[in-house]
């Protein structure tokens, strides 16, 4: 599978984490994203880049749970917190 799927602003987090054993539930992220942004007008998460795009999904979401993160194949968000460019909450 590809990494890069989606609109950033509609891309479900785990596909942003490299996490390549995705399934249809990325395409349910996208669509409540989309859901939120008709019934607000607005866009849910409008990161400017992959990082902040997480940033503010966790600020709403919370962080991943342990056995999440276990299932993330990547050390990319292992790398990105520990250099403070994801604030872990």
Known sequence: M???????WYRAPEIMLNWMH????VDIWSVGCIMA???TGRTLFP?????HQLNL???ILGTPNDEFMAK???ESIAKHSAYGC???H
């Open 47 to 51: 990161g400017t880049d992959h990082i």
């Open 22 to 25: 995705y399934n249809q539930t």
């Open 57 to 59: 999904i966790m600020e």
């Open 86 to 88: 994801i604030t872990l």
């Open 72 to 74: 993330i194949s990547s």
């Open 37 to 39: 942004e008709l019934l």
């Open 2 to 8: 590809t990494g890069y799927v989606a609109t950033r």
